[in-house]
T-cell receptor
């Protein structure tokens, strides 16, 4: 079955450490996204990518970095510059633009990141 | 820039009753798409229903229907015959249909409690 796989489910970060969250999709979607969700709050966009080797900052990109070397993969690195990384992280993908933009985003099951 | 507002942080409904969740949005565009997502305690994001702005007819999916008022920029979700499994966070989302636009704009969510 097609879908989005996020790993790991739970991740712990030590002070001063970078950690990378994995996101893989086999839906052949052009666009991929990373969101951060804090308790009781909505989704805030960190980064998104429309095509391979291209990505744009979202609303809260500081302290995060991404890469898009393959269509299927969009890993997110939480750097030591992100002082408050504890949150739930959701990866999503969607089809392209134009008539395909009525298609919804598909989401992974999320990664919960905590500070040790 | 587009914005999406969900003014009800929390709603309660008795099992088997009907509840309406409100969503308003602000945009200068004429062609766009609107979505309602459900996020149960498992944190998985599930598409509930979608609406194309150029369609006057309100979308329906089984017990879920929308009241789309384009002029008022309102997109409310009605859940009929509420069930315990409907308890979740509900997010309203907007996406432009224009070319080169891949961002989805989410509201802050409404937590729905279903009372037995």
């Amino acid at each position: 079955d097609g879908g989005i796989t996020q790993s790991p489910k739970y991740l712990f970060r030590k002070e001063g450490q970078n950690v990378t969250l994995s996101c893989e999709q086999n839906l052949n979607h052009d666009a991929m996204y990373w969101y951060r969700q804090d308790p009781g709050q909505g989704l805030r966009l960190i980064y998104y990518s429309q095509i391979v080797n291209d990505f744009q900052k979202g609303d809260i990109a500081e302290g995060y970095s991404v890469s898009r070397e393959k269509k299927e993969s969009f890993p997110l690195t939480v750097t030591s510059a992100q002082k408050n990384p504890t949150a739930f992280y959701l990866c999503a993908s969607s089809m392209g633009q134009g008539q395909d933009s009525n298609q919804p985003q598909h989401f992974g099951d999320g990664t919960r990141l905590s500070i040790l | 820039a587009q914005t999406v507002t969900q003014s009800q942080p929390e709603m309660s409904v008795q099992e088997a009753e009907t509840v309406t969740l409100s969503c308003t949005y602000d945009t200068s565009e004429s062609d766009y798409y609107l979505f309602w997502y459900k996020q149960p305690p498992s944190r998985q994001m599930i598409l509930v229903i979608r609406q194309e702005a150029y369609k006057q007819q309100n979308a329906t999916e089984n017990r879920f229907s929308v009241n789309f008022q384009k002029a008022a920029k309102s997109f409310s979700l009605k859940i009929s015959d509420s069930q315990l499994g409907d308890a979740a966070m509900y997010f309203c989302a907007y996406r432009s249909r224009g070319s080169g636009t891949y961002k989805y704009i989410f509201g802050t969510g409404t937590r729905l409690k279903v009372l037995a």
